[in-house]
């Protein structure tokens, strides 16, 4: 079946009871035994809800993974992850990494004493070179945020079987629309589902899939453990986003196409990044790894200076943190996203003061130029009033 067939007909037929096309929500935090020692297969929320079995089923199967498990936010999901590792282990992650992750890795895991190494993941030596007999797994992003950088999925798998870790990708920018690293060998694939999965900027939720049923399990002991399940009611909402999904990517996706193309003869721009440009570094490593671009786009201005006023000056597309829902947002990465990542790292990875993201969403591509050009054009202006 297509992914769009399935996503569309997302929790269709599980319940024949009533025949509901849309997935119930249970709101019950405890369930009736029907006597001792039995259970109708739920017995309190935490543990197993219906209609969060239904996202986490139906996530499972869209990743072609043996368990999805849902959590109240991605880096609840990340963090149950994290329950994997101890002290002495080592950690090899992407170096353009999100910020909250990095957050986490930086200051929760490193005081445990838990070694991270930050490398760029498609360079496939640095790779080989970071892991040594203490590192437990890899943990990839692709494309990166805000860099879009790509990782190299199948490589990096290879390099870690060969040593018996697991690999882990966030797989929130591509979704399992463009890209499933589960079938690329990847062992458990990570999504803030609060960006395209939900897609609507309205329900924060995360979501793990294992390839591997006793992972699965694993990780399922510890969310049912540490606790932060997504709700009944967010597990709904996402499943109604979610069924949307196939047509929303194909929009996003066309948007920033034309969006980063735009930019590119754009004078105030001085480097646009997005995977789906000729000019992108690794484009070919991408398109053998996932079927789309996706809909984000990052730039770099001519000058730090322009940055302030552009964002007060786009009416269109709002200045706001987080990505992938159908309004279209401008993020100032340096200031919002990675601001936990101290300046000369920062510098020195590319997130510079001078870059901008678009997270694009699904309006009229037409519209969305016409602001970032009244915007740059804008900025421009009040430069130079105050002197370039
Ligand atoms: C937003 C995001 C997260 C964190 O997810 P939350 O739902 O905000 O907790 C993790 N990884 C990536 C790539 C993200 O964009």
Known sequence: MHIDTHVAQLGNRRDPATGAISVPVYHSATFAHPGPGQSTGYDYTRTGNPTRQALEEETARLERGARGLAFASGMAAIDCLCRLFGPGDRLVVSDDLYGGTYRLFERILRPLGIDVA????????????????????????????????????????????????????????????????????????????????????????GLLVAKDPALGERLQFYQNSAGAVLSPHDSWLLLRGMKTLALRMQRHEANAAAVARWLETHPLVTRVYYPGLDGHPRRSV?????????????????????????????????????LGGVESLITYPAVQTHSDIPPEVREAIGVTDRLVRLSIGIEHVDDLIADLEQALKAAEREVKRVGL
């Open 118 to 205: 930050y490398v760029d993941t498609g360079d496939l030596e640095a790779v080989e070179r970071a892991v040594n007999e203490r590192t437990r797994a890899l943990f990839l992003e692709t494309p990166t945020n805000p860099l879009m950088k790509i990782s190299d999925i199948r490589g990096c798998v290879r390099i870690a079987r060969a040593r018996g870790i697991i690999t882990i990708v966030d797989n929130t920018f591509m979704t399992p629309y463009f890209q499933r690293p589960l079938e690329l060998g990847a062992d458990v694939v990570v999504h803030s589902a609060t960006k395209y999965l939900g897609g609507h900027n309205d329900v924060l939720a």
């Open 286 to 322: 991408h398109e053998q790894q996932a079927t789309g671009f996706g809909g984000m786009v990052s730039f770099d201005v001519a000058d730090a200076r322009l940055v302030a006023p552009l964002l007060s000056n786009v009416r269109l597309i709002t200045f706001a943190e987080s």
